[in-house]
C-alpha cells in the first residue's frame, strides 16, 4: 500500500513570496490533515478535511495560508505572502474514517523562509 | 483545551538498557492516547496507542501505561537497539477532537 505522498521536499523562499504544497493522501483514506511542526516542537493542526469539506481550521492562518482538497483526493497548502515564522515542515496526514486512530503521515515539507 | 506535556526533552541510554518517556495530559475528557516515531527527515509514524478502558498495552520491546487519576501516560522501550534512536511524541485526543501533540523527546541509544 503506497503511503501518503508530499511534494516538494525542500524549499526555500524569501519572506513575502508565495509558496505551496501538495499531498496526496493514501488512497480510499477520507480525512486529510495539514500539520506545521516548528524545528524542536510537535505538530500542531493547521486544518482537517472530510472528504472535500473543511471540518476544522480553527488553527489556519487565514490571512495568508489556505488549503482545498479538490474532488476529495490531493490537497494542496499555501502560504501568501510568506514570514520568517513559516519556516517549518509541514506535514500531510490521512486516515480512513471518522475514528481518532491511525493517521499516517507523509515525508513532510520542510520550508525555509529567509 | 488540550495541554500536553512531556518529558525528558532529550534522553540518552546505552544500548540494552530501558527508556522511559512521560507525558501528562489536561483535559480528562481525552481517551485516546497515540506515540509517534520520528526518524530524521520522515514523517512520524504511529508505534502504539492506548485508549483510555484501557491501563497498559505492551507490543513486543515497547509498552504504554495510562493513569486516568493523574492524567500521565508514559512509553517504556525494553532492550533498547540504536534503531530505536528518533524523536518520539505522544498525544492525546478527547473522543471526537483532533491529536494535541507533546513537544517531543529525542531518544539516543548509544552503542
Known amino acids: 500500500e503506497a503511503g501518503v505522498a508530499q511534494s516538494p521536499r525542500y524549499k526555500i523562499i524569501e519572506k513575502r513570496q508565495s509558496v505551496a504544497f501538495w499531498c496526496n493522501p493514501i488512497s480510499g483514506h477520507a480525512t486529510l490533515y495539514w500539520y506545521q511542526q516548528i524545528l524542536g516542537q510537535g505538530p500542531k493542526l493547521l486544518i482537517q478535511?472530510?472528504?472535500?469539506?473543511?471540518?476544522?481550521d480553527s488553527q489556519l492562518p487565514k490571512d495568508r495560508f489556505s488549503a482545498e482538497r479538490l474532488k476529495g483526493v490531493d490537497s494542496t497548502l499555501k502560504i501568501q505572502p510568506a514570514k520568517l515564522e513559516d519556516s517549518a515542515v509541514y506535514l500531510c496526514?490521512?486516515?480512513?474514517?471518522?475514528?481518532?486512530?491511525?493517521?499516517?503521515f507523509g515525508p513532510g515539507t520542510r520550508l525555509l523562509v529567509l | 483545551g488540550e495541554n500536553v506535556e512531556q518529558h525528558p526533552s532529550t534522553l540518552s541510554v546505552q544500548e540494552g538498557d530501558s527508556a522511559v518517556i512521560k507525558c501528562t495530559y489536561s483535559?480528562?475528557?481525552?481517551?485516546?492516547f497515540p506515540w509517534y516515531k520520528q526518524e530524521l527527515g520522515k514523517g512520524p509514524q504511529l508505534i502504539i496507542d492506548?485508549?483510555?478502558?484501557?491501563g497498559e498495552k505492551k507490543d513486543q520491546r515497547i509498552a504504554v501505561t495510562l493513569n486516568k487519576t493523574a492524567k500521565h501516560f508514559s512509553l517504556h522501550i525494553t532492550e533498547t537497539q540504536p534503531e530505536d534512536s528518533a524523536v518520539y511524541f505522544c498525544?492525546?485526543?478527547?473522543?471526537?477532537?483532533?491529536?494535541?501533540f507533546g513537544p517531543g523527546t529525542r531518544l539516543s541509544v548509544l552503542p
Open positions: 498525544a492525546a485526543s478527547p473522543y471526537g477532537q483532533n491529536f494535541v
Open positions: 496526514a490521512s486516515k480512513e474514517g471518522f475514528s481518532q486512530e491511525f493517521q499516517y
Open positions: 483535559d480528562s475528557a481525552s481517551n485516546y
Open positions: 478535511f472530510q472528504n472535500n469539506g473543511v471540518v476544522d
Open positions: 492506548i485508549r483510555s478502558n484501557v
